[in-house]
């Protein structure tokens, strides 16, 4: 079974996914949704006609000094949606601080063009999300 690892932000969800042992991970795509949760739901399910998928991985957005930041709300609102729609998989929290900044030092790294940056950024914050999780179930 699968981990799907979402980034889910206003206009664009970043997603990865494990492999079938759950070892590694590999980004999917980018969603530009702007807003569209609908959008995101369908493509979920897609995904999970293709994958066999038995958990959901959703970064939460905590602020640095470790409170809840303004988005958590509406990230909380998507996981209702979520739940209601896919009542038959798992969702795991994971505190994803951090996450977009490692994803823009790991494209700096690797010299994306700036151009292309925006397209996965989000791709790149749900893997480490997912690779979060992986390495916490190991421990």
């Given at each position: 079974?699968?981990?799907?690892g ?8 970043g ?17 530009h949704?702007n807003g569209?949760?609908?959008?995101v ?5 897609e995904?999970?006609?293709i ?8 970064g939460?957005?905590i ?9 958590v ?10 739940k ?32 292309k ?23």
């Open positions: 079974m699968r981990k799907l979402i980034d889910y932000g206003d206009s664009r969800v997603l990865a996914i494990t492999d079938s042992l759950n070892i590694t991970v590999q980004g999917l795509e980018t969603i949704h569209n949760d609908k959008m739901l369908n493509r979920i399910d995904l999970l006609k994958y066999d998928i038995d958990t959901f991985v959703i939460i957005p602020n640095m000094n470790g409170t809840k930041a303004e988005r709300e509406i990230t909380e609102k998507f996981i209702h949606k979520l209601c729609r896919f009542n038959n998989v798992k969702i795991e929290k994971i505190d994803e601080r951090l996450t977009t900044v490692a994803a823009h030092k790991t494209m700096n790294f690797l010299n994306v063009n700036k151009r940056k925006k397209n996965i950024v989000d791709t790149i914050s749900a893997e480490y999300i997912l690779e979060t999780y992986i390495n916490k179930s190991i421990t």
